[in-house]
C-alpha cells in the first residue's frame, strides 16, 4: 500500500516502556525484522523512532535503554546493513520522541547525554542524525514542556528539531494562526541553532476508539482539507 499510494517511507517506534520488558522487547525486534523485508521488498526507507515513554521501568534507565538497544540493533540485527535505512547527511537517522516533555522520562542531563552518544560516539559506526520529537512550545518551555531553562540547550544541540502538533488545529484559521504566531519562529531558532527543523502534519485526531466518551470525530479530517491546508 506504502508504495502503490506513494508514502515514502516509516518510522518504526520502540517505546521505553517495550523495551523494558522482555517479552515486549522481543516482540519488537520481530516487528522490526518484517518491516525491514517489506521496506527492502518494496523499497521504502525505513528508520527507527525511539518514544521515551515508559523507559525507566523495570528498573531501567533512559540514558543505558537507549543505548543498549541501539547497539542491539547495529550489531545483532545489523539494521543499517539495509540499503532502505534512511540516511541524511551521510549517516543513518535516529528519532527521538518525548524528551522534553514534562510526563516523559529525561533530565536534561540525561538528555544531553543521549545525544553525546548518537552525535560524538568514539565508534563511529553507533552515530546517526538525531531527529528529536518535542514539545510544541518548546522554545518558549510551556504547556506540556518542561520548563527548566537547562533544556534549551537541549533542543539547539539537536540536528533536526519536529515539535509534536498532532491536535493543534481543526480550522484553515487555526492552522493558519499556528503558523503565523508558532512555527515561523521555530524555524528561525532552529536555523539559529543549527538545526533542520522537519514539521509534523496530520490528517485530524480522535481519542475515542481509546476513551468512548471523548468525541467519535475529535478533529475531523474535512475529506483531507485539514491536512493540505497544513
Known amino acids: 500500500w506504502m508504495s502503490e499510494y506513494g508514502i515514502d517511507g516509516v518510522f518504526v517506534q520502540r517505546f521505553g516502556s517495550q523495551l523494558a520488558y522482555p517479552i515486549t522487547r522481543d516482540f519488537q525486534n520481530e516487528l522490526t525484522t518484517k518491516i525491514r523485508s517489506a521496506s527492502e521488498t518494496y523499497g ?8 521515551v515513554s515508559g523507559a525507566n521501568e523495570n528498573g531501567n534507565n533512559v540514558v543505558a535503554l537507549l543505548e543498549r538497544d541501539w547497539k542491539y540493533l547495529v550489531d545483532t540485527q545489523k539494521i543499517l546493513e539495509s540499503p532502505q535505512y534512511l540516511h541524511h547527511n551521510g549517516l543513518p537517522v535516529i528519532a527521538i520522541w518525548g524528551l ?25 559506526k553507533y552515530r546517526a542524525i ?59 531558532r532552529a536555523r539559529e541553532c543549527g538545526a533542520e527543523f522537519m514539521p509534523v502534519v496530520y490528517p485530524g485526531t480522535a481519542f475515542h476508539n481509546t476513551d468512548p466518551s471523548l468525541p467519535f470525530n475529535g478533529q475531523p479530517r ?5 491536512y493540505w491546508r497544513q
Not at 161 to 182: K, L
Open 100 to 124: 522534553g516533555f514534562a510526563d516523559r522520562p529525561g533530565t536534561p542531563d540525561e538528555a544531553m547525554r543521549i545525544l553525546d552518544f548518537f552525535q560524538n560516539n568514539p565508534d563511529p
Open 222 to 226: 474535512r475529506g483531507g482539507r485539514l
Open 44 to 51: 521504502r526507507a525505513w528508520a527507527v523512532m525511539y518514544d
Open 130 to 188: 538525531v531527529l528529536g520529537g518535542v514539545p510544541i512550545f518548546w522554545r518558549e518551555r510551556q504547556g506540556v514542556a518542561h520548563t527548566a531553562p537547562a533544556w534549551d540547550d537541549y533542543y539547539c544541540a539537536l540536528d533536526i528539531i519536529s515539535p509534536w502538533t498532532v491536535g493543534v488545529a481543526v480550522s484553515d484559521a487555526e492552522v493558519d494562526n499556528y503558523y503565523r504566531n508558532t512555527v515561523i519562529a521555530d524555524m528561525t
